[in-house]
């Protein structure tokens, strides 16, 4: 969330939990980052090349700049969302007077 709000390109290297569908769902739906290493392959050794490509994706290679642009552009759209006024903003306190109703 940190790199999303501050409208940063993310590179996903999955471990374990719930990281194969943060990467898919930022790689692949937001298309606001790059696949270091696939789940699949999750247990093979990272070579320092792989690294290298994944960086060059989204700092060198010319779909780099879309992803650093929907990336920013997202981030905006989230920092309004919790900003005062926002849609998140809105929904926080009825939301926290429904949890910690008695």
């Not at 390109?9 to 990281?19: E, F, N, V, Y």
């Not at 930022?26 to 696949?35: P, T």
């Not at 780099?64 to 903003?89: F, T, W, Y």
Request: some cysteine; hydrophobic content about 45%.
């Amino acid at each position: 969330m940190e790199s999303i709000s501050n409208g940063l390109p993310i590179l996903a290297w999955p471990m374990h939990s719930d990281q194969p569908w943060n990467a898919v769902l930022v790689c692949d739906y937001l298309k606001v980052g790059a696949i270091v290493k696939d789940w699949d392959h999750r247990k093979e050794i990272l070579l320092a090349q792989e690294i290298e490509e994944a960086i060059k994706k989204v700092m060198v290679y010319d779909n780099g700049e879309e992803i650093k642009r929907r990336a920013k552009k997202l981030g905006e759209k989230v920092m309004q969302a919790a900003a005062d006024g926002g849609s998140s903003n809105i929904e926080l306190l009825p939301f926290i007077a429904l949890v910690t109703r008695p």
